[in-house]
C-alpha cells in the first residue's frame, strides 16, 4: 500500500479508498480538515509544459466549464517544479500559502497548493509526504479516469494528436541513479508522427526517437506501426540489430512509400557501453564539459525503404558527466535556422533534463512564430554513470 510504503497517514488511506476520478477531491478535503486548511487545489502542468491547470475539489464534476489556466514561465510553480523543494510565504491577510512538487521518479505531475492559518514543522513534513504519495496515486489512478487527461488540455487535441500522445510513454521523465532523462514534443499545426519512447529494465536502459513521414492521421498511424513493432521487439527479448530489422519489416509490410526515420539507443547500466542503430535519422548531439559535437554515426536507410545493407549497431561512448540530445527535424525546420541548437545546449547545460527540454523546443516554437510546419521533438538523457559509481544517486 503506498500509504505504508512512504509513512503517510489517513490522507491516503482515504484517496486509496475512493474511486480513481476523486481521489484528488479526498485528498483536498481530508487536508482541509486535518490542517485547517482554507484552499486546497491541485495543479497539473499542461501538455506542453508551458501552462498550469488549476484542479479544485468537484473539477469532474465542471469539465465543460474552462480551468484556470496560469502561465508557468516566472512563476512560483516554475520554481517549486525546479528546485523540487516546498515553498512558503505568507500573505497580505496572515495566512500561509505552501506549494509542494508533486513528481513521481522525476516525472514532474504538479504543485499541491495550500492556504491555511498557520504551517509549522508537523504540517510541513506532513504536506510533504501527503504530495509524494499523492504522485503514486495520481500514476495508478491516471489508467482509470480520463480526469488527468482532461486537466492537462490547454488546446484542442485533433484525432492524429490524440493517437500520437497515446503512443508516448505516460511520464516524460525518469530519474535514476545512473541518469536523468527527459522528452519534450510539441506538435504541428498538422501532426508530423513524431515520437520517442523508453523503457527501464534490470540493467538497460531503452530509448528510441522517431519520426514518421506524412502529417495528419496518416502520420500518426504510421507512428503507431513504428512505435508497436519497436516495442513489441524489445519486450520480446531482440537484440538492438534484430529490434531495427522487425521495425523496418513492419514499415515494409505497412506498404509502399512508408518510411521512418529514427534511432535507437540501448545503455547499459553497469557502465558497459551504449548502443546505437541510426536509420536515416539526424545525428545526435553530445555535450561533454563545455563543448558540443555532433556524434557522427554511420546512417542506415530509414525504416521501410529496401536495402541490402543490414541495419549496423554503433558503440556510443558515454562518460560521466555526458549529456545526450536526441531531437527530429523539425528542431531544425526552416524558420526556426536562426535557433543555434548547440550553442543552446550548451547554455542549458546547468539544466536538468526537463528544463533543458523545454527550453530546447520553447526555442524553436518562438522562433516559429508558435506556427510549427513540422513537429519538433527532443529528448534529452544526462548519463550520470554506474550505480556503484554513485552510491548518492
Do not use: K
Request: net charge negative; proline share 5%.
Amino acid at each position: 500500500m503506498v500509504h505504508e510504503q512512504l509513512g503517510a497517514d489517513d490522507v491516503l488511506a482515504a484517496a486509496e479508498a475512493a474511486a480513481p476520478a476523486e481521489s484528488v477531491d479526498v485528498v483536498a478535503r481530508t487536508l482541509r480538515h486535518r490542517l485547517g486548511a482554507s484552499a486546497v487545489s491541485f495543479l497539473f502542468v499542461d501538455i506542453l509544459g508551458r501552462r498550469m491547470v488549476r484542479v479544485t475539489e468537484g473539477a469532474m464534476a465542471r469539465r465543460g466549464r474552462s480551468a484556470q489556466q496560469i502561465p508557468l514561465a516566472g512563476s512560483d510553480y516554475e520554481q517549486v517544479l525546479r528546485t523540487q523543494r516546498l515553498t512558503r510565504a505568507t500573505d497580505g491577510e496572515g495566512r500561509e500559502r505552501v506549494l509542494a512538487p508533486v513528481t513521481n521518479r522525476g516525472d514532474t505531475l504538479g504543485v499541491l497548493e495550500l492556504t491555511l492559518p498557520h504551517a509549522g514543522p508537523d504540517a510541513m513534513e506532513q504536506i510533504r509526504r501527503t504530495a509524494r504519495a499523492l504522485a503514486y496515486v495520481i500514476v495508478t489512478n491516471r489508467r482509470f479516469t480520463d480526469l488527468y487527461h482532461w486537466g492537462r488540455r490547454t488546446t484542442p487535441v485533433t484525432l492524429a494528436a490524440e493517437i500520437q500522445h497515446q503512443l508516448l510513454p505516460s511520464p516524460t521523465g525518469c530519474d535514476a541513479p545512473q541518469f536523468s532523462l527527459a522528452a519534450a514534443l510539441v506538435p504541428a499545426e498538422s501532426v508530423g508522427g513524431d515520437t520517442y519512447d523508453y523503457s527501464l529494465d534490470e540493467d538497460t536502459l531503452h530509448v528510441s526517437v522517431t519520426d514518421a513521414m506524412g502529417h495528419d492521421i496518416n502520420a500518426a498511424l504510421l507512428a503507431t506501426v513504428v512505435v508497436n513493432a519497436s516495442r513489441g521487439a524489445r519486450r520480446d527479448g531482440c537484440d538492438l540489430a534484430e529490434q531495427a530489422l522487425r521495425t523496418h519489416r513492419a514499415m515494409l509490410a505497412h506498404g509502399r512509400g512508408a518510411l521512418t526515420t529514427g534511432q535507437l539507443l540501448r545503455v547499459a547500466l553497469d557502465g558497459g557501453g551504449a548502443l546505437l542503430v541510426n536509420a536515416g535519422h539526424p545525428w545526435p548531439l553530445r555535450l561533454r564539459a563545455d563543448a558540443v559535437e555532433e556524434i557522427g554515426l554511420d546512417v542506415n536507410l530509414p525504416f521501410g525503404v529496401p536495402s541490402p545493407v543490414p541495419y549496423r549497431v554503433q558503440e556510443v561512448e558515454l562518460r560521466p558527466g555526458d549529456r545526450l540530445v536526441f531531437y527530429t527535424d523539425g528542431m531544425r525546420e526552416r524558420r526556426a535556422g536562426r535557433v543555434d541548437l548547440p550553442a543552446l545546449v550548451r547554455e542549458t547545460a546547468a539544466l536538468h533534463p526537463r528544463e533543458a527540454v523545454q527550453a530546447l523546443t520553447t526555442a524553436v516554437a518562438d522562433a516559429s512564430g508558435g506556427r510549427l510546419q513540422d513537429d519538433a521533438t527532443v529528448l534529452c538523457l544526462d548519463w550520470h554513470g554506474p550505480d556503484d559509481a554513485h552510491p548518492s544517486g
